[in-house]
């Protein structure tokens, strides 16, 4: 790794440190058997990671704004990192950053469609108006499709906005998630420190591998698409799955044609295979196995600072399963199976 053990070793440690600090499985069980959101609240105004954002906010009036609080606790866990991190990190973790500028796209698009007026980005809105390719307060109250259209021209997201406008498709999740990989993948071939690249060449291949598969999968056993409706909405990266195994896959007439063919690629039958035949496959299981790989690959590197930012976002999925779950009042052992699982 460029720079050596020096270079990365306070990043590192800080890293640790804030690691410690993620919520344990016991407490999210114990989240899970709250009576009301405004008790897990209380619980978080006085937790480590998440009380400073809970103090900036003087009063959380709805559960919008409770999930609003706890995104801006990653984006505020990102923006301690990044302020510590060297030129050559920084440049590692805007690849990162895409991820958190689609994240709030998505969720103005979301506002949008409820019939919201959008919301602003109040603990880091400074943060991201230095770094955000967009104005962050025109995107962020914009109230319309078009609106939020004209205040992302001339940024590197206007052309796919102008395009989904034209072809009056405002939903543009499943778009946008292309988009960012496709961003990242060719971000990513043009950094300068050559293990950083490796690392975000199996961290990004791996996770675009498998969202390919796991779209497939639920495609062929769930939703009952054609090839060419499921092809639509793939991201147009290979990485371990070779051409003619992504073929297979896609041209395969059963779930267990399906199986069978993925049990032949490199994930399950090379020397650094993810997992083996017969283990319980999800997207959560491999990603995790691949950060364990490369963590112990490059102890001194960017890896594991970003399998923090990666186990963050899947605390606060967590976090927001569990509110959700609160209040609508589902039984705690459900919440637990489903939060605690997803984990596993």
């Known amino acids: 790794m460029a720079g050596g053990l020096f270079t990365y070793s306070g990043l590192v440690t800080k890293t640790k440190a804030m690691h410690g600090r993620l919520l344990s499985d016991e407490e999210i069980a114990r989240l899970s058997e709250a009576e009301s959101v405004e008790e897990i609240i209380s619980f978080l105004r006085e937790c480590g990671s998440y009380a400073p954002i809970y103090q900036s ?17 990653l984006y505020a866990d990102y923006g301690r990192l990044y302020r510590f991190a060297s030129g050559a990190q920084r440049e590692g973790l805007s690849i ?17 469609r409820r019939g919201g007026d959008g919301r602003g980005l109040s603990y880091l809105k400074l943060f991201f108006d230095r770094h955000a390719d967009f104005d962050v307060a025109a995107v962020t109250s914009a109230g319309s499709f078009a609106e939020l259209a004209q205040a992302l021209e001339g940024t590197r997201y206007g052309a796919y906005f102008k395009e989904a406008q ?9 778009g946008l998630d292309i988009l960012y990989y496709r961003m990242a993948w060719e971000k990513k071939d043009k950094l300068s420190d050559e293990g950083m690249k490796k690392i975000y060449t199996k961290l990004l291949g791996t996770e675009i591998d498998w969202q390919n598969i796991m779209w497939m999968y639920r495609c062929k056993r769930f939703y009952g698409r054609g090839n060419a409706q499921i092809s639509a909405d793939l991201i147009p990266v290979r990485y371990r799955i070779r051409k003619a195994e992504f ?10 044609e399906f199986v069978t ?6 994930y399950f039958t090379e020397k650094d295979a993810v997992v083996k035949l017969g283990d319980e496959v999800t997207f959560g299981r491999i990603m995790e196995k691949t950060y364990e790989q490369i963590c112990r690959s490059y102890p001194m590197s960017l890896a594991p600072v970003l399998r923090y930012l990666y186990d963050k976002e899947n605390e606060i999925d967590r976090l927001t399963s569990v509110l959700e779950g609160v209040r609508y009042r589902i039984p705690a052992r459900q919440i637990q199976e489903l939060v605690l699982r997803a984990q596993a």
């Open 247 to 256: 073929k297979e896959l896609l041209d395969a007439d059963s779930l267990e």
């Open 96 to 112: 990162i950053f895409l991820r958190y500028e689609i994240n709030v796209l998505k969720d103005c698009l979301g506002h949008i």
């Open 166 to 174: 034209e072809a009056a498709d405002a939903d543009g999740g499943i």
């Open 261 to 266: 063919v993925l049990g032949r690629t490199a």
């Open 57 to 73: 906010h003087e009063e959380i009036a709805h559960r919008a704004q409770v999930e609003a609080v706890i995104n801006d606790s």
